[in-house]
């Protein structure tokens, strides 16, 4: 979703901010834009489109600045245009502003601003700001920042540059991520670590309501009521490499392949000699006792982990647990209160309805564990107790290496509470891990069958419609393999658990359609097997993935995906691979951006 990056310092700020704004590429954008101070005037350049065709819109070379801003666009209002695009300029074209979120008043700002002789060119909400500012303005540019923020509502990660102040930056962030970061030579500020990792690891994660007041050599943060404060300064771990392809055609293909690797590390850390290790993040046996209610919530991929979590706790502890999309949590009467144990899952920490899910959890007075990749995040510095991913930075927008280290993320957390709670034994933990031991290999294993996956792809890659279906447990990696064909390929795919297909869907199959039916779970095959014949009866082509023991629906399947035999519990991390995979070449022979499908954004920061 949309980026930020600034810089104030002695570098030139242009070709920091452009190439900045390139490593946020992957955030998804439709347009970009950079403002910079040059001999005390503002300049704007903004284009449609890739960075490229910003960079190739005028010549950046002779406009070497000390102080610029830029932003990567995702539309919210108004269409994806150059004048949508920001940074927005005040009418008197001295004040310039980039922003993250949404201005929730714009409307009435902009009617009394209107009503005071000012124009506004754009659709946008954000065209408010720097006119507000602009209004407000009288010798300084951050007594006119704060109080322009006093009026607005919403959320907004702001960057502001003053042609009349050239040697100042403002940041702001309120309800938007925003990061600040100290180099030798200057500052920065960004929506993520991407875009500065290259130029310093030293970063501040500002919190709600901090404004920062940046000079080309100091700084001075302010908090929500406008008093100086300090703010730790964090050395991240974090390197550069992290965040380039290292020879992989996509950075999808090489998060799928980075799994077994992650997948050894998060397992290697979570237990010391079977003993579950979840250090600070782990509730004690009395706190377990004294939870009345389980919730989990998140979005897409990181809901679909959710949800294998919520059948491992069901499972191990033998307690119900609501699993609620978190976009729908928030406006549902959850009847949570005090004693409930709210579980958030989500890979950047910064997904605005997870993010309200938590504030909602917390009214109630919740105790909220959160499950995330990313250190610093607003998710894992708001909720109570945090258990990190370490899936090493998730760049594809479509979710991978982030979804496996989540399921697993979400065992050891079952198999901990179910252990304080004395539902299961050291013996059967000890059982469970060294299963979880074994999946990087046999993931290994799946990769190996590259041309399998291949052949696959090119036979369904025509298809109108895909359905994926399972039952139970394997109804929920069905859904996360139609989520992940739908939205890199643009082929139209469902998931249906397989029993309810004859209940109305099934009208949908023509001859040839092709059906995914994902078959793994023991106790349920022989039913998933009938509904498989049921479809093949009616003309679809149906693919199985089954465990590579399993040798009943080898007659009723066209193709079979075999994967190595593990525990009921844990085949979700192993068949989710060669649905990963099959997403990946039906997008590359479609010729589709895979990393960073159309519409879509990696965070996804406003409701
Ligand atoms: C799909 C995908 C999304 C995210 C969702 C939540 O591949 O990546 O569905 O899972 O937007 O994002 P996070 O996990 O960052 O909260």
Not at 559 to 578: G, R
Request: aromatic share 8%; glycine share 6%.
């Amino acid at each position: 979703m949309c980026g930020i990056v600034g810089y104030n310092g002695k570098k030139n700020a242009t070709e920091i901010v452009i190439n900045g704004l390139k490593k946020l590429e992957y955030r998804g954008y439709d347009s970009a834009g950079i403002s910079l101070v040059k001999d005390g005037k503002l300049i704007t350049n903004k284009e449609v489109g890739r960075i490229k065709n910003l960079e190739e819109s005028f010549d950046f070379s002779s406009l070497n600045s000390n102080n610029a801003i830029g932003h990567t666009r995702w539309a919210t209002h108004g269409v994806p245009s150059k004048i949508n695009a920001h940074p927005h300029v005040s009418n008197d074209e001295s004040i310039a502003v980039v922003h993250n979120g949404i201005i929730e008043n714009y409307v009435e700002l902009r009617d009394e601003l209107t009503e005071k002789g000012y124009n506004f060119k754009s659709q946008t909400d954000t065209e408010v700001i720097p006119n507000l500012i602009s209004e407000n303005y009288n010798g300084d540019i951050l007594d006119a920042v704060f109080k322009s923020i006093d009026s607005l509502k919403g959320a907004y990660a702001l960057g502001i540059i003053d042609g009349n102040e050239p040697d100042r930056l403002i940041a702001v962030r309120h309800s938007s991520p925003l990061i600040f970061a100290i180099d030798k030579d200057g500052y920065l500020i960004a929506s993520d670590i991407t875009s500065v990792i290259e130029h310093t690891n030293k970063i501040i994660y500002l919190e709600d309501g901090d404004v920062v007041d940046i000079r080309e050599d100091s700084y001075t943060i302010y908090d929500a009521n406008h008093n100086k404060i300090e703010r730790e300064i964090l050395e991240v771990d974090y390197s550069s490499q992290d965040a380039s392809k290292e020879g992989y055609d996509h950075f999808l293909i090489k998060e799928i392949h980075e799994q077994p690797k992650v997948l050894r590390d998060v397992i290697s850390v979570k237990h010391k000699d079977y003993k579950i290790n979840l250090e600070d993040a782990a509730f004690t046996k009395e706190e377990i006792e004294n939870f009345n209610k389980i919730f989990i919530t998140a979005c897409g991929t990181a809901f679909h982990a959710g949800e294998v979590g919520k059948f491992a706790i069901e499972k191990l502890v033998k307690v119900p647990v609501v699993a609620e999309i978190a976009s729908e949590f928030r406006y549902k009467n959850m009847f949570i209160d005090d004693k409930s144990l709210v579980i958030l899952v989500s890979q950047s920490g910064e997904t605005a309805d997870t993010l309200a899910a938590l504030k909602e959890a917390k009214k109630h007075g919740a105790k909220v564990l959160a499950i995330t990749n990313v250190v610093g995040s607003t998710i894992a510095r708001e909720a109570d107790k945090v258990i990190y991913c370490y899936a090493g930075p998730e760049i594809s927008v479509a979710s991978t290496k982030a979804y496996t280290t989540q399921v697993i993320s979400l065992y050891f957390m079952a198999m901990d509470i179910a252990l304080k709670a004395e539902k299961i034994s050291q013996d059967e933990v000890k059982e469970i891990i060294e299963n979880l031991e074994k999946i990087p290999s046999q993931i290994e294993e799946i990769l190996e069958d590259k041309e399998n996956f291949k052949e696959i792809a090119d036979e369904i890659k025509d298809a109108k419609s895909i359905f994926y279906t399972g039952r139970s447990l394997d109804y929920i990696t069905a859904k996360e393999g139609a989520l992940k064909l739908k939205e890199i390929s643009y082929i139209h795919t469902e998931a249906f658990p397989s029993g309810e297909l004859k209940h109305g869907s099934i009208a949908l199959i023509e001859e040839g359609t092709p059906v995914i039916s994902v078959a793994t779970q023991k106790d349920v095959l022989e039913k998933t097997l009938s509904n498989n014949q049921e479809l093949t009866a009616r003309g679809a082509k149906v693919i199985s993935i089954i465990e590579n023991n399993n040798v009943f629906s080898k007659d009723i399947s066209e193709d079979i995906i075999e994967i190595p035999e593990t525990m009921d519990l844990l085949t979700p991390l192993l068949a989710v691979i060669p649905e990963q995979l099959i997403a990946y070449y039906t997008s590359l022979l479609l010729g589709n951006d895979v990393d960073k499908p159309r519409n879509l954004a990696k965070s996804v920061t406003v409701e």
